[in-house]
């Protein structure tokens, strides 16, 4: 994206502004976005030179659309990306049903650099690679900024606001006393294929369960050019008790199930076979549930998947994050006259809280992950009843909350109607 001056030096940066983002992804770009729109000197640093590579499945469903078009962004991102009208949903059986949905494929180098180019454009300032070395405290015990370094310079950035936005790694959050579980809720590794002759048979986000996959899946996600999304996920949710604590030591080992996958579903092992792999097999930690980390402090918001805004069913994070840095920037917004901070946290705990809810309920449906044998039931059923598929479709669009049908008690239900 020429033009695009984001890779500014750390001693670019003024002295002072009225709100400093840590970190670029969608939740910080997000709310850099909109803070800067509404007039505010919004400052907004990430600790990688842009543009860059992020680890994910690259999947843009309806929340993630609509977030889109609150930032003004949504046909820009749709020029790039492609569009997708159906997730494949695949039992270990094979059968499948197709759930319809606003949906679409755009890698995350692309998404990024566009969400945070807007930003700039909004009139944010950026500067990479730079990271957040530790919040500045004034006498009062509040954050006033924050210390910032680039790995030669270090220098302080005074800030009315501070804004985490800074991903699953727990780096930055234990630098501000913040996190409170430094393990991740789930664990997921892809790579990009080309491969042109294939883009007809996998026209659809395909997701794969089986017990060998069991406490995740599979899938593979066509993306724009004839590149596809391939990886696994393990999204239990049940960190505490699956024994990889921590993470970096005892990692459930994703490629012995992406191995699995290769060997359950025949187009995920035609596409590696025949395909050109891109780049190699990464793994990235997630943040769920909106937990593991408090979501705010005086003087500090905590936004995007460091604050958990990933669900774990589905691992789908791209229109939370960008979700809950929007909240963040309408909390600041909505009392920038007030001289307290209490009503910014406040303000901005509502909104989370308020979401609290669906992802509760997003988490009881990981049942399916942990016994493949219900979303094969699911499956049959569907593929007997349009109207439990047009429910299914509701539950991808988020009007409907997924508990009442991808629960046991759900399921007790569906099945005696």
């Not at 001056?5 to 997000?30: K, T």
């Not at 999204?235 to 030591?249: I, T, V």
Request: aromatic share 6%; hydrophobic share 45%; with cysteine.
């Amino acid at each position: 994206m020429p033009g695009t001056d984001w890779n500014q030096p750390l001693s670019s940066l003024a002295d002072r502004c009225d709100v400093l983002v840590v970190g670029a992804g969608p939740a910080g770009s997000a709310c850099a976005g909109l803070l800067a729109r509404a007039g505010r000197k919004v400052v907004l640093v990430e600790a990688q030179r842009f543009p860059r590579d992020k680890v994910c499945g690259d999947g843009l469903v309806p929340d993630a659309h609509e977030a889109l078009r609150r930032l003004g962004v949504h046909a820009e991102v749709m020029a790039l990306a492609r569009s997708v009208t159906a997730a494949r949903c695949v039992a270990p059986s094979g059968s499948f049903i197709d759930v319809a949905g606003e949906l679409a494929v755009l890698p995350r180098r692309v998404l990024d650099a566009l969400l945070c180019r807007a930003a700039l454009r909004a009139g944010a300032t950026m500067a990479a690679p730079v990271r957040f070395v530790a919040p500045l405290m004034d006498a009062d015990g509040r954050v006033c900024g924050a210390t910032l370094t680039d790995g030669v310079l270090t220098r302080e950035i005074s800030a009315a606001w501070v804004v985490l936005a800074t991903g699953a790694l727990p780096s930055a959050m234990l630098a501000a006393d913040l996190c409170r579980r430094r393990s991740p809720s789930g664990m997921a590794l892809r790579t990009h294929v080309r491969h042109a002759g294939m883009t007809t048979e996998l026209a659809e986000m395909r997701f794969v369960w089986h017990r060998q996959l069991a406490g995740g899946y599979g899938w593979i996600f066509p993306g724009p050019g004839g590149v596809f999304n391939i990886g696994v996920g393990k999204l239990d949710g049940r960190e505490k008790r699956s024994g990889f604590l921590p993470w970096r030591r005892q990692a459930p080992n994703l490629r012995e199930m992406f191995e699995a996958f290769l060997r359950i579903d025949p187009l995920a092992a035609q596409l590696m076979r025949e395909g050109e792999q891109l780049n190699d097999l990464k793994g990235a930690p997630l943040r769920c549930d909106l937990a593991g980390a408090d979501w705010s402090r005086p003087g500090l918001l905590v936004t995007g998947e460091a604050a958990g805004a990933t669900y774990s069913f589905t691992g789908e994070g791209i229109g939370k994050a960008m979700e809950t840095g929007m909240a963040a920037a309408d909390a600041l917004l909505a009392h920038a006259e007030d001289s307290t901070t209490r009503a910014v946290e406040q303000d901005y705990r509502s909104r989370l809280q308020a979401l609290l809810p669906r992802f509760k309920t997003y988490r009881q449906a990981g049942s399916f992950n942990r016994l493949p044998w219900l979303v094969s039931l699911v499956i049959w059923r569907a593929r007997h009843s349009p109207h439990l598929n047009a429910k299914l479709s509701e539950v991808l669009s988020e009007t409907r909350m997924p508990g009442s049908l991808l629960t046991l008690r759900g399921l007790r239900s569906m099945l005696h109607r």
